[in-house]
């Protein structure tokens, strides 16, 4: 049948991008839509960290900190470019944790899973050493740990262009309208978001990943007799001017046992983050409330010697995860660890991912195939977790040398613009200069390093149709460009 795949997947997020990988690459023909853009929602609203989760051990939940540890390396090899590691400074607050619960959290850190890349825990002294300057002077003791800071939605579009490299369809900005099982097919009703044009795609396996709207799929779309349950969860982010010199981030405790992160941001800012509040409103219109970014400053009043008020913040998010259902009133106590549900009629199975963590979306997707094997039992077997992502295929994974060898063959780009080029796209940097031998051959400029030939490599190769796309999710640069330089970017895209 035309226009008949062996999946279809809901959703275009992390989990979704990434099933749509591992899936394409075993040989099964895959189809994905997002309503939106690919990483619009939470997978691009978060902490911006492939961590093991050091709090979860408070929560005795090890299997997820050594999965989502064991993850942390592979992800470092695959992808080196978009995931860098971060040390991390932990103020000691004694009457929050003493210091040998810490102590004891921070052995089992270093030691769940076998770590190649980055350094071990240790004891700190703030009072002799810099990592201290930024703190109020009460703060004498703190420890020293490493995870990593990702590029978040670019990680999402390197495992998209994955699937796409192995003959997967990605239909973004796509609003998935119905599914219904007919006779050996799931019939799949989708409309573009543009044109308003209603068309079909068919499937023998349906995957709602969903994220936060997954229940809202099961429930208001599809026809099926699958019930479950989910709380969301709602985080919110702040982005202030750079609150400390040096490329380390803060884990701040507070007195709610929530912890609070500062990260360095663009080299320019600082990011805040996360709150944790119960969300039952609408989906499509998240925001931060001031109680949330009074919630924010408070913990930062308390650690930093540098005041910090609501008109020092230069730009804000927030995004809804989505967690198994428990009966906990306390939305920290809840697992962060995901769900698969799979319902099989007429042989023709719905498969339904409930939570997860950006960490842990290659192994979900891995876990997602095993569970689809009885129904191709043709289809090759694991292969992601040695294989690097499309950008990421350095030599002998050295990025330094690398950037090194890119900045003398481009070295009439400039220097910022040379280096977000290979720290975004890696080795694929080349096919987007092309043949541009000086700065003219980049075409129209908009601003902030922002040139015509990227913004036509992004559409063509990329999925990006809005300056939105471009400019929050593809760059990040939504974050430099003036608001004219902004609407020249956006009557661009919508000539294009």
């Known amino acids: ?26 040989g099964l023909s895959v189809s994905l839509c997002e309503k939106n853009d690919l990483a619009s929602g939470t997978s691009s609203a978060c902490s911006k960290l492939i961590h093991g989760g050091l709090r979860y051990l408070e929560l005795y939940e090890f299997g997820l900190v050594r999965s989502a540890l064991k993850e942390r390396e592979i992800l470092l090899a695959r992808a080196p470019h978009l995931i860098s590691p ?61 995870d990593c800071f990702v590029d978040d939605s670019r990680l999402v579009i390197a495992n998209a262009l994955s699937a796409k490299n192995n003959g997967a369809e990605i239909l973004t900005h796509t609003a998935f309208l119905s599914a219904k099982r007919d006779g050996s097919i799931w019939k799949i009703e989708l409309q573009d978001a543009v044109s ?31 019930t479950f349950e989910v709380e969301l969860d709602k985080g919110s982010h702040m982005v202030v001017p750079k609150l400390y010199e040096g490329n380390f981030a803060y884990i701040l405790q507070n007195s709610d046992n929530r912890i609070v992160f500062t990260i360095p941001f663009l080299e320019k800012f600082t990011l805040i983050g996360t ?27 308390q650690y930093f010697k540098k005041p910090l008020g609501k008109e020092s913040i230069v730009w804000s998010y927030s995004g809804v995860r989505c967690l198994q259902a428990s009966g ?41 195939l095993e569970k689809l094997k009885p129904y191709y039992p043709r289809m090759s077997g ?32 400039p220097e910022d613009v040379v280096t977000r080029y290979a720290k975004s796209y890696g080795t694929r940097a080349s096919l987007l200069l092309g043949q541009a031998r000086q ?3 980049l075409g129209e400029y908009f601003g902030c390093g922002l040139y015509q030939k990227e913004v036509d490599y992004l559409m063509q190769h990329e999925w990006a149709r809005t300056a939105d796309d471009i400019l929050w999710r593809r760059t990040k640069l939504g974050l430099f460009l003036s608001i004219e330089e902004a609407e020249k970017l956006n009557k661009f895209c919508n000539n294009t």
Request: neutral net charge; glycine residues 6%.
């Open 196 to 226: 308003k044009n209603i068309f079909y795609r068919y499937a023998k396996t349906l995957i709602n990943v969903g994220g936060p709207w997954v229940k809202e799929v099961q429930d208001n779309i599809l026809t099926t007799d699958l």
């Open 328 to 368: 906990e009133h306390n939305l920290k106590n809840i697992t962060r660890d995901y769900k698969l549900l799979i319902e099989n009629k007429n042989k023709l199975p719905l498969l339904t991912v409930i939570g997860g963590k950006l960490t842990t979306h290659r192994v979900l997707a891995e876990q997602v």
């Open 439 to 441: 700065i003219s051959d």
């Open 1 to 26: 049948m035309e226009n008949e795949s062996d999946i279809f997947i809901i959703g275009g997020g992390i989990n979704g991008a990434a099933i749509a990988a591992d899936a394409a690459g075993r």
């Open 86 to 146: 971060l040390e991390f400074i932990l103020p000691h607050e004694k009457h929050l944790r003493p210091t040998w619960l810490i102590r004891i959290g921070l052995f089992l850190y270093d030691h769940l899973a076998k770590r190649h890349y980055l350094p071990r825990s240790k004891s700190l002294n703030l009072q002799k050493n810099s990592r201290g300057d930024a703190l109020l002077p009460a703060f004498k003791t703190g420890f020293s740990y490493y």
């Open 382 to 413: 694991d292969w992601t977790a040695h294989q690097p992502l499309p950008g990421g295929d350095f030599v002998n994974h050295d990025l330094t040398a690398f950037l090194k060898q890119f900045k003398k063959e481009y070295a009439w780009l």
């Open 275 to 301: 709150t944790d509040i119960a969300f039952s409103e609408n989906l499509d219109a998240v925001k931060i409330t001031s109680i949330e970014q009074e919630y924010l400053l408070n913990v930062i009043s």
